[in-house]
């Protein structure tokens, strides 16, 4: 029976109880076996949300971070645990620190007494939580510093935690005097390393026409006066600029954690060997401004400023802006909108091209050195379908621009905030000021995106979210939005202006169990190695690794200090040796570093006595696989490396996930195996859970030795969305048959327009479901996307066309035309 036609039967029986013991139910194309009651589903109301959004596995619901007016340009401590940000009090822009452990908020710079009143701006925090800088025109520090006239400044404060004391600003942009250099360029924040000992700003650049900047490094460990305090960035030309275009000098720095790399933009030639100044498209126009990178430490200084938004070394035509720099400057994430850095299906330019995010490895092949050759292409395009990775093709760009690159520590994760609405299945509706917009993040190893405020009942908050900023690991992303009220689920806050919200999530780790199988009395086995697999999202810092005793820890990479980014591993080798004859068992543990940090454990086994099997390979990854569906297989030989033929008696499937392996053929079983002889086990991977899963495949002999070998792979789900029709009249109902969904999880239903969702159902324990579903009124006719999307970015879509609904006809009557 086809679903339109089980759907039509079931109509003209409506209205039907849903019933509170479920069928099985299966929904494929064109067929459907009845699972569960369909029952008709209410449209749902666009009303005002009185619940906070709930999120997917792994993310965390957003919090409201201060109730401060007009809270902006948020700044985040590396553990996530503080968060500076502007906003305004007694009609004044200031500086505010929240402490999202005690939720308590304080004004860091409120103005003294004895001085005039004005606006501190561009706050920003350094990684370790100490030291805030902010541009301001209060003279905090009245002997260096005035109060009259033009009198922005740079100044930093430690916080009390860390041994400052409350509003002791120190005053950071000083001429070579020591007195305030006053006019310190406010178009852009100040840059500061982790420590908080090393920063830079944009101000005047000597000699050139007003409004042409340069950057100064200051290094606050050096005392005023003392040579090194005060460092002028490389790659300014010594001339003044020409009168040809429009020039800005050099802005916007971004500080590597050591303070060592410096990233900016200028509108010169900055990495030429005689750096000048740049063209534009247009004379009297703007020159084009470009994204370096200066290595401070660089031994041939000559050499260390490096373009970023370029391609073999030739700057874009268009240029760059907007730069954002990991932790210790190896990535660098820039916005342009030019259409020949990276080969790419772009969108098409009306006025201007749309801007896309762009990311520059520094260091392609990961052997820790900057700036060589580059073994692969170094500049990849981030704001496109699955971050840009193409398994087929070029990457398609999003179809709008994208803006505001922020970065993790590692560089792997980049938040952006975007109009484009091909970059996920649904779109989120648009609202706020010009720099607002959906807010994502791209998994770059895992090639993969995700809405940060995302959740069934999600579809109607609007992509109102500007200027985000991650936690070192990107477990914490903060954020301003136009749409505190909506995304909080508090009418309170339907009122305010922005507001600052931080979402925090948690990444999926898996590890494997591990079995050394029989090994010789008091002698300690080979080295083997299970690996943590980070599925995202977020990295993941390990703090504690930790086995049984009888096991040992040998090596390996999870080690505090290292980031594993969401889609890598990092390695644990442990050996055993038995010390009795007996079978051992013990649990290996990883925790994360921080309070809410994940964690994985597994089991490790292993027996005492005489090696007589071995099993090669001894771990395998599959390919990845389809919840459901049989996948990849292994062929294990099993090898006698005894001196004796042996009879094995035993295969089985144990460890984390045997349900989700199978035992397809084998030749081992109920036979002898000469020494040096040979078995084979194969083994197909048919995974009933998304994400990694893992078994150990255990072979056994008569008398009880054994040997394992660990199977594992990765499994997504692909649901599917099926119809009754795809042409309909708005206001007639449309059946909906869904399958491949995880199970027992609310699936919500509607357009990929950003409106309030049609309808939430719940899968059954197969994932699947039937309903009908009223289509409004409201609704436009034309083509639409319907979309079904769950928790763990599983995501259907159909396409259905509405046709304008049957207008009334009134019956004719005689003496009116008709007789």
């Known amino acids: 029976m086809s679903l339109a036609t089980t759907l039509r039967a079931m109509d003209r029986t409506r209205p039907t109880p849903r019933s509170t013991r479920h069928r099985r139910l299966a929904v494929a194309i064109g067929a459907v076996c009845l699972a569960a009651a369909i029952v008709p589903v209410a449209p749902t109301r666009a009303a005002a949300p009185v619940a906070p959004v709930r999120p997917a596995p792994g993310l965390g619901a957003a919090s409201l971070v201060a109730d401060v007016a007009s809270a902006s340009e948020p700044s985040v401590s590396s553990d996530g645990r503080w968060v500076v940000f502007g906003g305004v009090v007694d009609g004044r822009t200031s500086v505010f620190r929240t402490d999202r452990n005690t939720g308590s908020t304080a004004e860091l710079s409120p103005v003294p007494s004895s001085v005039t009143s004005g606006d501190t701006i561009h706050p920003l925090l350094s990684s370790d939580g100490c030291v805030v800088v902010a541009i301001t025109e209060v003279a905090f520090d009245l002997f260096r510093d005035n109060d009259r006239g033009d009198r922005w400044d740079v100044y930093r404060l430690v916080v009390p935690e860390c041994g400052g004391q409350p509003n ?59 040579p090194g305090r005060v460092t002028q960035v490389a790659g300014m030309p010594a001339e003044a600029p020409n009168r040809a275009y429009s020039y800005r000098g050099a802005t916007d720095p971004v500080l590597s954690d050591d303070g060592r790399h410096l990233a900016f933009v200028a509108d010169t030639t900055a990495s030429a060997a005689l750096p000048g100044w740049a063209a534009g498209p247009e004379l009297g126009g703007p020159a084009t401004a470009q994204v370096y990178v200066w290595d401070r430490a660089a031994a041939d ?41 990276v080969p790419a299906e772009l969108p098409p330019c009306g006025a201007t091209c749309p801007t896309q995010i762009y990311r520059f490895d520094r260091d392609t092949d990961g052997n820790g050195v900057f700036d060589e050759l580059a073994r692969r292409p170094p500049l990849t395009l981030v704001s ?9 093709g070029v990457p398609v760009a999003g179809d709008a621009s994208s803006w505001a690159p922020a970065l993790d520590a590692g560089g792997t994760s980049v938040a952006f905030v975007t109009d484009a609405t ?3 299945p649904s779109r989120r509706g648009g609202g706020g000021g010009p720099a607002d917009g959906d807010l994502l993040v791209a998994e770059v190893l895992l090639g993969s995106l995700r809405r940060v405020v995302e959740g069934a009942d999600a579809t109607a908050v609007p992509g109102a979210h500007s200027n985000p900023a991650l936690s070192r690991t990107g477990q914490t992303i903060v954020f301003e939005t136009a749409a505190p009220g909506a995304l909080l689920g508090d009418l309170r806050l339907a009122g305010s202006d922005r507001a600052i919200v931080a979402v925090d999530v948690t990444p999926r780790l898996s590890l494997a169990d591990l079995d050394f199988g029989t090994v010789l009395l008091n002698v300690e086995s080979a080295e083997l190695y299970v690996r943590v697999q980070n599925a995202g999202p977020g990295a993941f810092e390990p703090a504690s690794v930790d086995v049984s005793s009888g096991f040992r820890i040998s090596g390996g990479s999870c080690a505090r200090g290292i980031l594993v980014a969401p889609g890598a591993t990092c390695s644990i080798y442990l050996t055993f040796r038995p010390t009795a004859i007996r079978g051992y068992s013990g649990t290996l543990s990883v925790t994360g570093r921080g309070d809410e940090a994940p964690a994985v454990s597994a089991n490790v086994r292993g027996a005492a006595g005489d090696p007589v099997l071995l099993a090669d390979p ?17 062929a294990v030989d099993i090898t006698n490396v005894g001196f004796l033929p042996t009879q094995i008696a035993g295969i089985a499937l144990g460890g984390a996930h045997p349900d989700d392996f199978e035992i397809t053929s084998q030749t081992c079983r109920n036979r002898f195996v000469n020494p040096d002889a040979t078995c084979v086990v194969e083994v197909q991977f048919t995974p009933t859970e998304a994400g990694f899963r893992s078994a150990l495949l255990v072979v056994t002999t008569t008398i009880g030795e054994y040997t394992s070998a660990v199977v594992g792979g990765f499994a997504r789900y692909e649901p599917t969305l099926e119809t009754s029709t795809s042409v309909l009249r708005v206001g007639t109902q449309l059946g909906i048959g869904v399958n491949g969904f995880p199970p027992s999880t609310d699936v919500s239903i509607g357009f990929d327009d950003g409106s309030a969702p049609l309808a939430t159902l719940q899968t059954n324990e197969a994932g699947s479901t039937l309903a009908i579903i009223p289509m409004p009124l409201r609704v436009r006719a034309g083509e639409h996307r319907l979309v079904a999307s769950a928790a763990g970015s599983a995501v259907a879509s159909a396409t259905v066309v509405l046709t304008a609904p049957q207008r009334g006809v009134t019956p004719g009557v005689p003496g009116y035309g008709l007789g």
């Open 422 to 424: 091909n970059l996920l």
């Open 301 to 341: 200084q000559r050499r260390a400023v490096q373009l970023m938004s370029g391609r073999d070394g030739i700057p874009s035509d268009a240029g760059a802006r907007s730069p954002a720099m990991s932790a210790d400057g190896r990535v660098v994430a820039f916005v342009s909108s030019d259409r020949t850095l």
């Open 168 to 226: 002791a600003w120190e005053l950071v942009s000083t001429t070579r005097r020591g007195d305030a250099r006053d006019g310190v360029f406010t178009d852009a924040p100040a840059a500061i390393n982790r420590s908080g000992a090393v920063i830079a700003y944009a101000h005047q650049l000597d000699g050139a026409p007003d409004g042409v900047a340069t950057l100064s490094v200051v290094d606050v460990t050096v005392p005023v006066g003392e």
């Open 618 to 634: 001894g771990g395998v990854d599959l390919a990845d696989g389809v919840v459901g569906v049989p996948g990849a297989s292994v």
């Open 384 to 392: 496109a379908v699955d971050a840009g990775v193409a398994s087929i």
